[in-house]
């Protein structure tokens, strides 16, 4: 088995004296594609910046390659890609000459890959990118991050200004990035759809924690929604265990269960004298679910 | 190295203006060399005899001096493209970024100074003088100016208050300290190599280091806005939001320097008759670029717009007020001093009388020519800035020296206030029918550079 791209043990952050990451732990293998969920301020940006070693840990660390991300070599830095929340880019370049700058940093660009993807996502190498669009930018800083065809890339909400279209384009590329199996992408979006679609890793950061990670099938297993009905009317109080939240209405209840397992199905029947329903939850009712 | 080299390539030809002012001032450089060793010596008006006419032997003097400028300038993106991807996340993860970045800063500077060391050289060429030496002195001379000159443009490209009074600052010292060696030839060039070296070394430590001390700067500066507190008070809200809050800030900026420089020339026995021009000069500098903030004022009065109820007229009205009580606290002690200064340097009555005239009106058309800055800058507007200057430049000269009639001292002060009045009614004409599409930031932000 290959070691691990990224892998983070016990991984804090404070600042001022305020905790905003608290004992992550995580593995990133090639291949994977991981998606990061987490409401504003759940951490998910400082949790990125960690990984690629832009801050210090304050607890913990994060190796990258095998080095502590926060000392990175050059040649290392060579196999990351990385796209902020917010572009980078130089106002005064054109698209063509602001590539022509990231590009000269690195020993290997693919000018072909950045040609093709300029021209199916129609961004105008010869355009300044002050004159850009939002989105415009948002493309040029995504093909900056992909050029050099890097082992990791790191995306921070990249498609938040993108229109359904460039966000479609952009999820098959991230597919085609990763299809090789030697290459991981991380990335953090709020467009739950998105994950869904993409990711074959989950991980749900919730008050300031590492909530949830593994895959997304294993997630959808693991937490669903019951429904029960019965003739009789139902307890004023019921107790399912590891329920997050329970709806009752006389002789029907609903419930959200984290960490279902199906031979659970029949206890929960004759606990409530019911006929119990397993529904399993998209990834966005699964995310509503657990912060609600 | 290939990363370096493309800075480097795109430091001098990142825009098409860049290209042109780059590949003018080469070719200038080169030419106006080639000249001055084609040509015999020059006489430059003595009275020998000359083959070329006095215009002709102008230009070929000329010629190299403005390809040293336009190389110089030809760089304008260094600062920019610097600081941008120093503060950015690519710093991060570019291998190597911050080495490859900090070399091709250091080198473009090399560049610009060799460039120019060399040109003068052969300027002096033709004349027996140590070559040696001469591109020695020109070397550091050009290497302490090109430093300095882009700190000036970055901190001015910055905007605000505090950018403006650094550039300022900066820019003074930029002109006054290569001055003692070119004019002083027998000045040792260790002073200049060393403050080159500190300077150099200051700020690549500062730049390689800037990961480690970002936290710290964080919390200085926390502690800082703590202690100077908020610049929004009660009742201020349209300089609040338009940036005129903090005048005093600007206005003390420029004080001490002033007031230490006019110190330091009292104590070095340099007074009247010789300072007048350079001395009204700096002031009328200070007074332009205090101003110069006006050139922000359309972007940034859009969020007024949307939360006063005003017509555009009134929005231009109350901007226009806005920025004449900033005015009045920066050109007040401008005036002050400039009273202060010239009876300490002995200055004459009429130059310093005439001369708070000329700075209330470098004040003015500064103002106001920031403030038709609406939309993106055409050649009109680069015209009418850049006449104005000289105007402004003109008059200075006019003014410091003693042969100048009064009449025409007068003449001139009366031009520039009609063509403040003139800049005004443009202003108020474009406030009449601003469109924030057309005001963009960056476009603001050019204008003020």
Known sequence: MSSPYIAAHGLGKSFSGKLVLADVSFTVEPGDVVGVLGKNGAGKTTLLELVLGFTPPTSGGVQLFGYDSYRLPGAAKARIGFVPQQDELVNQLTAADQIGVIASFYPKWDDELVVRLSREWEVDLGQRVKNMSVGQRQKLSILLGLGHKPDVLILDEPVASLDPVARRQFLEQIIEVAADGKRSVVFSSHIVSDVERLANKIWILKDRRMYWQGDFDSLKDSIVRVHARSTQPLPASLSILNALNVQRNGTTATATVQGWRAEMQDGLAQQLGAEIEVEQLTLEEIFLELHR | ?449
């Open chain 2, 1 to 449: 190295m290939k990363a370096i080299a493309r800075l480097i390539f795109t430091y001098y030809t990142g825009t098409a203006l860049l290209r042109f002012i780059s590949s003018a001032g080469l070719l200038a450089g080169i030419v106006g060399s080639a000249l001055l060793l084609y040509f015999p010596p020059l006489t430059g008006g003595s009275g020998n005899p000359s083959r070329l006419s006095l215009a002709q032997e102008a230009l070929v003097f000329f010629l190299p001096v403005a390809g040293i400028l336009c190389f110089t300038f030809g760089a304008s993106l260094l600062p920019a493209l610097l600081a941008r991807l120093a503060t950015s996340h690519y710093l991060y993860v570019l291998p190597y970024g911050r080495a490859k970045l900090l070399t091709s800063a250091f080198a473009t500077v090399a560049l610009t100074a060799v460039f120019a060391a060399c040109v003068v050289t052969m300027y002096y060429s033709m004349m027996p003088f140590a070559l040696g030496l001469v591109f020695q002195r020109a070397l550091a001379v050009s290497f302490v100016t090109a430093s300095f000159l882009y700190v000036v443009l970055w901190l001015t490209g910055k905007g605000g208050n505090i950018g403006l009074l650094a550039g300022a600052f900066v820019l003074i010292a930029t002109l006054v300290l290569p001055l003692r060696f070119i004019a002083m030839p027998s000045t040792s060039l260790t002073i200049p190599w060393t403050i080159c070296a500190v300077l150099w070394t200051v700020f690549a430590a500062s730049f390689l280091l800037a990961p480690r001390l970002k936290a710290s700067v964080g919390r200085a500066r926390h502690a800082l806005a703590g202690l100077t507190g908020s610049s929004y008070r009660g009742g201020g809200e349209i300089d609040f939001l338009i940036g005129t809050a903090r005048p005093w800030a600007l206005a003390a900026g420029q004080g001490v320097p002033i007031a230490i420089a006019t110190v330091l020339l009292h104590i070095f026995g340099l007074t009247a008759p010789s300072l007048p021009s350079p001395w009204l000069f700096f002031f009328t500098i200070m007074s332009v670029i205090s101003s110069a903030l006006a050139s922000f004022a359309a972007t940034r009065s859009r969020a007024l717009w949307l939360r006063a109820r005003w017509t555009r007229a009134q929005l231009f009205t109350n901007v226009e007020s806005s920025f004449w009580r900033y005015n009045c606290c920066t050109l007040g002690v401008l005036l002050l001093l400039l009273v202060w200064s010239g009876d300490v340097l002995e200055m004459p009555t009429r130059v310093v009388a005439f001369g708070m005239g000329l700075l209330a009106l470098a004040s003015a058309l500064s103002t106001y020519i920031g403030l038709i800055v609406t939309a993106r800058i055409g050649w009109r507007d680069a015209v009418l800035a850049v006449t104005t200057m000289v105007a402004l430049m003109t008059a200075v000269v006019y003014l410091s020296s003693p042969a100048t009639a009064t009449t025409t001292i007068v003449a001139f002060v009366g031009g520039l206030t009609a063509l403040t009045f003139v800049v005004r009614e443009i202003a108020r004409r474009r406030w009449g029918r601003l469109d924030w599409m057309l005001c963009r930031g960056d476009l603001a932000v050019r204008a003020s550079a």
